[in-house]
């Protein structure tokens, strides 16, 4: 048998589970210490026994040459396209002025200019560019096992940023549940800002995708400019009495999305994404109390759903936010932590 691609620089390490569920659950799951640590792919046992792909992504050789650093994987950006992403120190959009002959922006965070990469945004003729889902999509994170069913991993000082801060983070599979634990700590002498998500890619294996349904308990969402730029007004809009209300569970339909959900009620979060045709659901649930948002993308045409929790608004530190408005950055004093977890499960659809 051929090794495994290095991808990042870094082996693929796969968790398995030392008790593997009797019933639906997480059985294996691939993570890339090379590419931020992001989740490539997880392997579920279905109600009626299959193991199947939880997760849109290609194979680990497709995907090394996905992850290939080449000219469309600039600030990393192939590791936002499929799997498991994880978005840190900002999940989101970052907005500023951009720099030109550079591929950068820059922007003011807590009175301090930063530049940041410009490596995302509209399609459209004129369209804004700003920064996307952080700084560590390509960035390689030392790990070691622990187990066959968890790896930990460490990055000591996270630069481009106002504020050293140091990661740690480990990924851990027990009893049929994945979970990801990210900390984030102040090594700085002043408040250093931090903002994490998670960016799952979920098949939708039945084929179906009409009758997919999602329970989302969001009272809000961030009005967006369009669906190209996809840039928050400032406003929000309440859900009640719109497609856009999930909190009891609704079908996609054919409804697009590309939408940030805020006001999460009741802690803590759980969501779920059931696929009738398919016979399965998915929960991703947290106990982050900082935790402020969830993007979901989904498009009708495709045969996924992304849910992105985040602690985050979109462009955080942007004029366009009342200043009543909580946007989800948490400032860390010196020595102070942040943590943000998240837990994904399968259950037989309900």
Known sequence: MDPSPLIGGAPMVTLVAERPPDGPGIVEATVLPGRGFMLLQARARQPGGEVIDLLHAPDPAAAAAELDGGPDDFAGNRAFAFGGAILAPFANR???RALAETREIETTIGGRPVRLPRNWGGKRPGAEA??????????PIAFERDGPGAVNGRLDALAGWPGPLELSFRWSLVDGEL???LEARNTGTGPAPFGAGWHPYFRLPGGDRRRVRLRLPAKLRAEVNNYDEVLPTGRLLPVAETPYDFRAGRALGDLYLDDCFTGLEPRPLSIEVADPAAGLAL????????????QVYA???????VIEPQFNLADPFGAVWPRDVDTGMAWLAPGETATYD???RVLACP
């Open 283 to 294: 929960r991703i649930a947290s106990t982050s109390s900082r935790l402020r948002a969830v």
């Open 299 to 305: 498009p009708p045409e495709e045969a996924f759903v």
């Open 179 to 181: 979970a990801l634990r």
């Open 94 to 96: 970052i907005r500023g």
């Open 342 to 344: 998240v837990s994904l």
């Open 130 to 139: 700003y920064a996307m889902h952080g700084l560590i999509l390509a960035r």
